[in-house]
């Protein structure tokens, strides 16, 4: 590469063209100058003096070669090489040179003007050819000094002019050489701190981007400067939506918490969505009144580190449990096995034994599922096709069952991708399925249930409906459905649909009554986008 690309490269095309219009300009006005001069008379005693012809035709050549000089330059895609750099600046030399020589050495200051294109040599020539410039314009001056001393018209003082105008020339070469070598080492280390900059730039944006937290800046007057992915999905918004709009709480908790400066979170509920948000604040300055950093967050990752540390207590309390209550339970439970068997018991009191037998498996069930949630394994969730897997769960499902049932299943969407542990997922819909078809037999004496998979319009997390055709929750029991030991059944545990939303909630997905228009029971389960989990 050259050293006039080396140039382009580190001051930039732009910077180096604008140089360049900068010296044209220079060369365009000069030679102007110089003919204006020359020909309006102002100056008959200093230019030309010697040949006038000589120096007018030299100065409207060096005038025309800087006009279509200037004129190509103007062109964006031009860019002049190192040797048409060279052969410009050495024709500088030697159109002063001819000037020089025409107005006599003696007497003529013009020699000086090879300082400033020694100069530009040094800014867009490398070390070797700036010198080279140099030597070749103190040869110049040297060779017009020793003309003038050879015919005695400038003596020896015209020959010491010249040699310290070569002295000054090489002077000049090696300064603004030197001075372009900084400028490079300075744009270089610019240019590498902004590639840097922009690396890290990019890394943070990409960083912000994958967060699950939402974040979004506000500035004082309340206007939306910055909001990530996060903050759009949480809000229930799609990216290409404006998010200027504001939900009013917001606004409301961001005002509460300019004036109080509490650093307290506070939950919010967006209308279009489900799920329960943390909002709290920073401040970007020291300034409160400055633009405003808000987070945005799932209060479901709460949830499920809270959960997390009862599990782990529900654990230490449930290895007691085993040792103190199933010992006893199975006692019991074998002594009235035992009267059941004895013949000397009456009919009356042979209910007894089979109440005693019913309630001891039902404590016997309650232990179990307890014990199940404690020893529960941490989710190994993976992306599936949820379309597929359905199909696959409702035909082992109604094999494995002794009675006929009539599951309908219906799809909403051709493709269908989710994200969720399958093992846990099919724990969860068995028991949904199991409680549907026990309840639609009740009221219908048939045992069936719909499945519906599909995209849900307020998240846009795919879900499965399971909808059964039985009497449906009272109003006054939906609040506290999945509360543990919560059942209307005199023979349920109250602990299966806990146990399902915990491993929904483990899983990242959410269980949640919504009952259909028509009246019936619908349990539906939003399970998490295979790019939406935490991990």
């Not at 090696?174 to 590498?192: C, G, H, N, P, V």
């Not at 970007?284 to 709460?302: H, S, Y």
């Not at 207590?313 to 209550?325: D, F, K, M, P, Q």
């Not at 849900?456 to 055709?469: K, Q, T, W």
């Amino acid at each position: 590469m050259s050293s006039a690309q080396d140039n382009n490269n580190i001051l930039g095309l732009e910077s180096t063209h604008t140089l360049l219009r900068i010296y044209s300009y220079y060369r365009v006005l000069l030679g102007s100058l110089l003919l204006f001069m020359f020909h309006g008379g102002i100056t008959t005693q200093t230019l030309g003096i010697v040949s006038p012809d000589l120096f007018s035709y030299t100065c409207l050549i060096y005038t025309a070669i800087g006009v279509m000089t200037l004129l190509s330059l103007w062109q964006k895609n031009f860019q002049p090489s190192e040797q048409q750099l060279l052969a410009q600046l050495t024709i500088d030399i030697a159109a002063i040179s001819l000037m020089v020589v025409s107005s006599g050495s003696a007497t003529s200051s013009l020699g000086y003007l090879l300082i400033i294109t020694v100069a530009y040599g040094g800014i867009f020539l490398n070390q070797q050819l700036s010198l080279l410039l140099a030597a070749f314009a103190s040869l110049a001056a040297i060779m017009v000094g020793l003309t003038d001393a050879l015919s005695k018209s400038g003596g020896e003082q015209g020959l010491f002019s010249a040699g310290a105008l070569g002295v000054l020339l090489f002077l000049t070469a090696l300064l603004f050489r030197y001075l372009a070598q900084k400028l490079q080492s300075s744009q270089t280390e610019a240019a590498q701190q902004a590639a840097v900059a922009q690396h890290l730039q990019s890394l943070t944006q990409q960083i912000v981007e994958r967060m699950n937290t939402g974040i979004m800046v506000i500035d004082p007057v309340g206007r939306l400067l910055l909001a990530n992915n996060a903050a759009y999905r949480l809000l229930s918004r799609s990216p290409h939506e404006p998010l200027e709009n504001l939900p009013e709480k917001i606004f409301d908790m961001l005002n509460a918490w300019r004036q109080s400066g509490a650093h307290k979170q506070q939950l919010f509920k967006p209308e279009a969505s489900s799920k329960e948000i943390r909002v709290s604040f920073a401040a970007l300055k020291t300034d409160i009144e400055g633009d405003t950093l808000v987070f945005l967050e799932d209060n479901r990752q709460l949830m499920q580190q809270a959960q997390q540390i009862k599990l782990a207590s529900l654990g230490r309390l449930t290895a007691s449990i085993a040792h103190e209550v199933r010992n006893p339970l199975g006692a019991i439970s074998h002594a009235g096995q035992l009267l059941a068997e004895s013949a000397d018991i009456s009919q009356a009191d042979r209910q007894l034994t089979s109440i005693i037998a019913r309630h001891s498996a039902r404590v016997n069930n309650i232990i179990e599922n307890v014990l199940e949630l404690s020893r529960r394994k941490p989710a190994k969730a993976h992306t599936f096709d949820l379309i597929e897997w359905t199909e696959s769960f409702v035909e082992e499902f109604q094999h494995s069952r002794l009675d006929t049932s009539d599951i309908q299943v219906r799809h909403h969407e051709s493709s269908l991708m989710a994200t969720m542990d399958t093992t846990q997922l099919h724990q969860v819909l068995s028991n949904l399925c199991d409680n549907g078809l026990r309840y639609s037999k009740l009221k219908n004496e048939i045992s069936a249930l719909r499945i519906e998979t599909g995209i849900d319009d307020r998240s846009g997390l795919p879900y499965i409906d399971v909808i059964d055709f039985g009497e449906g929750v009272e109003p006054e029991q939906i609040q506290g459905l999945f509360e543990p030991f919560s059942t209307s059944s005199p023979t349920g545990t109250g602990l299966g649909l806990y146990l399902s939303k915990e491993l929904c909630d483990a899983n990242e997905a959410s269980l949640e009554y919504k009952p259909t228009d028509d009246g019936k029971s619908c349990f539906r389960i939003c399970l998490a986008h295979d790019q939406r989990v935490l991990n």
